[in-house]
């Protein structure tokens, strides 16, 4: 019989935590025993897994001397307050917050890129997990990459509204069907993100910060550096909301090193992991990233007079893979080489 692992996983009432019990039950994951944490409000609420029923317990009180890997999914500061209990107490942290990313000894880790820096982890037992964003452009830029190298990486995205939570995803239904009932947009209900979603687009991502950035572009900006191991990459992205529930679109445009053609692009592409390519036609959030795990690829081709410019069409589940799946497949690099 396999070794199993207790798994302890913090914000298990959100939308990322109830992902992750369905991506451990999906991938097989051994699991001992699981413990399914939040806040009181959620105290005693049943959550299923492999036909078994788990209730939440409080945070505040749990003994994490029991879990052997702890996931974070509940906001930055309850990872500042709680990870360090966690790793005191034994338990490996997948941190799946901002809180320790850029930290200089915590390792940030996509596995279709950097799989290698898991093993850092042993410096504060702490493995961050990146930003939904960083990660599909990674897994999907990392074979071009790693064959002609990129100097400069242009990124506008397209970022579902339950990225910002599931009272996000609430608030854009309620806008919905408000204004979809002939009322007007000035009074639809709106406390989540900073102004109306519904029929609208937001390039307001985090905060915006004095030099015109915002928080979600500067992580993308520094997580590339940080991932690819290389400071020299010029990164320079628009982050917008739009009224989509699951999977983030991004329109890449990179300037490479050295010149590749369109159909070495695709071959390496067409069998990079983690990467699904469709060469006719294009995913959409909707029809292809909503409820996977790839990274869909699509309408590649070449910039206007620049063989060293590349286009690319990516999309992905920001839940899944962006947040739940790259978090369980760095769980499975860590009990497979290092627990």
Same mark, same amino acid.
């Given at each position: =019989?396999?070794?199993?692992?207790? $798994? ?11 992902? @992750? ?14 413990? !399914? ?8 609420? #049943? ?11 409080? !945070? ?15 906001? *930055? ?25 850029? /930290? ?8 279709? %890129? ?20 960083? $990660?599909?452009? @990674? ?14 990486? /242009?990124? +506008? ?19 919905? $069907?408000?204004?979809? *009932?002939?009322?007007?947009?000035? /009074? ?13 687009? @937001? ?14 572009? =500067? ?20 982050? #917008?909301? %739009?009224?989509?529930?699951? &999977?983030? *679109? ?21 069998? +990079? ?12 959030? +909707?029809?292809?990233?909503? &409820? ?29 893979? &962006? ?9 499975? !690099?860590?009990?497979?080489?290092? !627990?």
């Amino acid at each position: =019989m396999s070794k199993l692992f207790n $798994i302890a996983i913090v914000g298990a009432t959100g939308a990322v935590g109830e992902a @992750l019990v369905e991506v451990l039950e999906q991938r097989e994951f051994p699991v001992g025993k699981l413990f !399914l944490l939040a806040s009181d409000r959620s105290l005693g609420k #049943v959550i299923y897994f492999r036909e078994r029923s788990v209730k939440v317990q409080e !945070l505040e009180k749990f003994d994490f001397a029991q879990a052997d890997i702890a996931f974070f999914t509940a906001g *930055s500061d309850v990872s500042k307050t709680y990870a360090p209990k966690a790793t005191a107490a034994g338990a490996v942290v997948i941190d799946n917050t901002s809180a320790f990313r850029l /930290d200089a000894d915590v390792p940030l880790v996509v596995p279709e %890129v950097n799989p290698e820096a898991v093993a850092e982890f042993k410096h504060r037992k702490i493995i961050a997990n990146p930003n939904c964003s960083t $990660i599909q452009m @990674l897994v999907a830029l990392k074979p071009i990459y790693d064959a002609v190298g990129i100097s400069h990486i /242009d990124v +506008a995205t397209y970022q579902a509204v339950s990225g910002a939570g599931r009272e996000a995803v609430e608030e854009l239904v309620k806008q919905t $069907i408000h204004m979809m *009932s002939g009322k007007g947009r000035e /009074d639809a209900p709106c406390s989540v993100l900073p102004t109306t979603i519904g029929f609208n687009v @937001l390039p307001h991502i985090d905060v915006l910060l004095d030099d015109g950035y915002s928080g979600e572009e =500067m992580k993308m900006v520094n997580e590339t550096k940080k991932i690819l191991g290389d400071s020299t990459v010029i990164v320079n992205p628009t982050c #917008v909301r %739009v009224p989509v529930i699951f &999977g983030h *679109s991004e329109a890449v445009h990179v300037r490479t090193k050295a010149a590749i053609s369109l159909e070495q692009a695709r071959e390496l592409l067409a069998s +990079a992991p983690g990467v699904s390519l469709m060469n006719d036609g294009y995913p959409t959030p +909707a029809n292809e990233a909503a &409820g996977n795990d790839q990274v869909w690829v699509g309408r590649l081709r070449q910039r206007t007079g620049d063989d060293l410019g590349l286009n690319l069409w990516v999309v992905s589940d920001n839940v899944r893979k &962006g947040a739940a799946t790259n978090s369980v497949q760095i769980a499975e !690099l860590l009990i497979s080489s290092y !627990l």
